[in-house]
C-alpha cells in the first residue's frame, strides 16, 4: 500500500488518499465485495481469467461502466467531411453496430456520444446550423433504438451565439440530451472569451454539463512539419482553454457549469506550479481566482481517453480528487478494453476508486445513468 499522495506550492496541499498496486497485490475481502471491482470487474472483460474462463465470465457479468469520451459519426457530418475534405477512414467508417461490438467486449454500459474534432469548426452561418441539427437528431434516434447504451452531449455552433442558444433548448429541451459538447476552442478564441458569454450564462442557467474535446487553434495547425496537431496540440489546447476559464474569470462566474475535460487535462498536471505561480504573480489572474487556482481545477472533471497509463492518471491524481476523474475510451480511436487494462496496469487507483471512476462518478454527474 502506497502512502498519501501529496502535492503542494507555498501553503497549498492536496491529498486524494491512498493507493494500492494491483500488480501481485492481495486484495482483501471488503475490496472484493466493492460492487463490480476487484476480480468480479476483470472477470466482466475476460482479464485475469484461464483459457476458456474469459468468453463465460464476459457473458454472466452485467455491464456497467459508462464511457464518456465516445464518438459517432452521423451519416450528413460524414457526408460533410468528404465535400470539405476532412476526416479520416476511423471516422467516416464507424457504425452504431461497431460501438455496441467495442462497449460490450469491455464490460461498457453506456456510452455518451459526441462528434469528434473539428465539431463544425470547418462550417459556419445556416450551413452549422442545419448539420448540428441533424447530428444531434440522429444521436437522439440512436439512443431511442438502443436504450439504456447511449446518452448524448449535443454539438452546437459555437461562434453563432443565436444558433447555439436555439440549438442548446432544442437538445436539451426536446431531445432531453445529457449535456453540451464543445470544442477548447473555435479559430483563434478559447471558451473564456467574451463573445461566448451569452452561450456561458445560458449554460449557467440550466446548470449544464459540458463535456469538451480538444482541436487544434488557427495558431498551430501545421505548426511543425514532423506532427500532426493530434499528436502534442490537442493536449495542448486543454490546457489553454482550461486556463482561459479560469483566468478569464469564468470559472468564478459560472459556477452552475460542470466541465468535463479531456485526455486528464492535457498539459495542466505538468504546468501545475506555473498555473499556482500565475493566481499569485498576476494582479489580474489575483481577481479572477480569489480561491486559489487549484480550488478551481478540482471543481472540473477530467476523462481518462488515451491517457490510462501510471504517468498520466499519477500525476492527475496527485492533484485532482478521484471523484472528478471519469472514464473515457476516445472510440473509435482507440477501445475500450485498452482503457480497462491500462487503468489496472497503472496500478495507481485501489479497486474502489476504479469503481467511482468507471461508473461511480458519472453516475453522480449524469443521475440519468444511476438507474
Not at 71 to 76: A, D, F, G, V
Not at 268 to 275: A, G
Amino acid at each position: 500500500m502506497k502512502g498519501q499522495h501529496r502535492w503542494s506550492y507555498r501553503g497549498c496541499a492536496c491529498c486524494d488518499g491512498s493507493t494500492l498496486s494491483l500488480s501481485g497485490a492481495k486484495l482483501s475481502r471488503r475490496h472484493f465485495l466493492q460492487g463490480m471491482t476487484g476480480a468480479a470487474a476483470l472477470a466482466a472483460v475476460g482479464l485475469g481469467q484461464p483459457p476458456g474462463a474469459a468468453a463465460q465470465g464476459a457473458e454472466a457479468a452485467k455491464p456497467f461502466r459508462i464511457d464518456v469520451h465516445h464518438h459517432l459519426s452521423p451519416p450528413t457530418y460524414i457526408a460533410a467531411s468528404s465535400a470539405s475534405n476532412f476526416g479520416d477512414p476511423l471516422m467516416k467508417n464507424w457504425t452504431p453496430a461497431k460501438s455496441l461490438e467495442d462497449m460490450d467486449k469491455a464490460g461498457v454500459a453506456v456510452a455518451m456520444l459526441s462528434v469528434t474534432t473539428p465539431a463544425l469548426n470547418f462550417t459556419s452561418g445556416e450551413t452549422a446550423r442545419k448539420l448540428a441539427r441533424e447530428c444531434n437528431d440522429y444521436a437522439a434516434k440512436l439512443i431511442a433504438d438502443h436504450p439504456a447504451r447511449f446518452g448524448s452531449f449535443a454539438v452546437v455552433p459555437l461562434t453563432d451565439v443565436e444558433g447555439s442558444l436555439q440549438e442548446i433548448a432544442y437538445a436539451l429541451d426536446t431531445l432531453k440530451a445529457d449535456g453540451i459538447g464543445l470544442m477548447t476552442s473555435y479559430g483563434d478564441k478559447w471558451l473564456g472569451d467574451p463573445a461566448f458569454l451569452p452561450v456561458m450564462e445560458e449554460l449557467n442557467r440550466r446548470k449544464a454539463v459540458v463535456y469538451t474535446h480538444p482541436t487544434a487553434a488557427n495558431c498551430c495547425v501545421n505548426l511543425v512539419r514532423t506532427q500532426q496537431p493530434v499528436m502534442i496540440e490537442f493536449g495542448t489546447d486543454t490546457t489553454r482553454t482550461i486556463a482561459d476559464i479560469i483566468f478569464s474569470g469564468n470559472a468564478q462566474k459560472f459556477r452552475e457549469i460542470s466541465w468535463i475535460f479531456s485526455h486528464a487535462g492535457g498539459t495542466m498536471p505538468f504546468l501545475i506550479e506555473r498555473f499556482v505561480r500565475n493566481a499569485f504573480l498576476d494582479p489580474k489572474a489575483k481577481a479572477t481566482v480569489p480561491d486559489g487556482t487549484l480550488a478551481e481545477l478540482r471543481r472540473f472533471y477530467y476523462d481518462t481517453a488515451q491517457t490510462s497509463n501510471k504517468g498520466s492518471m499519477a500525476a492527475l491524481s496527485d492533484i485532482i480528487p478521484v471523484s472528478q476523474i471519469l472514464f473515457g475510451t476516445d472510440y473509435p480511436y482507440r477501445t475500450s478494453i485498452d482503457h480497462v487494462k491500462g487503468l489496472r496496469e497503472a496500478g495507481v487507483f485501489t479497486d474502489e476508486q476504479l469503481a467511482a471512476i468507471e461508473h461511480g462518478n458519472a453516475q453522480k454527474l449524469l443521475p440519468r445513468l444511476a438507474s
